[in-house]
């Protein structure tokens, strides 16, 4: 079982920068694929970035393609998510999500992104 943590949220001005961390505690993290889920209000969860268990494999979504960067350390349990150029429309609660299978499936408990001018 994996417990995870997000961090690094806040209140940023548009083109602005965070990183966010999740980091886990548990055993065998490093075989997990790790994902950034994000849930604005009024609207659904969407799947915003996720990463392969030995990095090789990335994805983002459209709408953050070339200003988020996610990244992964396996000897500290963490992966990041590096948003450059927020965007007033990137904010939400951020979630990270690591699976393995359906049996192994774990969510953090969010952290908020607001950006505003």
């Known amino acids: 079982q994996l417990q995870l943590v997000e961090s690094g949220g806040g209140l940023v001005q548009p083109g602005e920068s965070l990183r966010l961390s999740c980091t886990a505690s548990?055993?065998?993290?490093?075989?997990?694929?790790i994902a950034w889920f994000r849930q604005a209000p009024g609207k659904e969860r969407e799947g915003v970035s996720c990463?392969?268990?030995?990095?090789?494999?990335?994805y983002y979504t459209d709408s953050v393609k070339g200003r988020f960067t996610i990244s992964r350390d396996n000897a500290k349990n963490t992966v990041y998510l590096q948003m450059n150029s927020l965007k007033v429309e990137d904010t939400a609660v951020y979630y990270c999500?690591?699976?393995?299978?359906?049996?192994?499936?774990?969510w953090g408990q969010g952290t908020q992104v607001t950006v505003s001018s």
């Open positions: 990463i392969s268990n030995t990095a090789s494999n990335t």
């Open positions: 999500n690591a699976y393995l299978n359906v049996y192994h499936d774990y």
């Open positions: 548990g055993r065998a993290f490093e075989y997990y694929a």
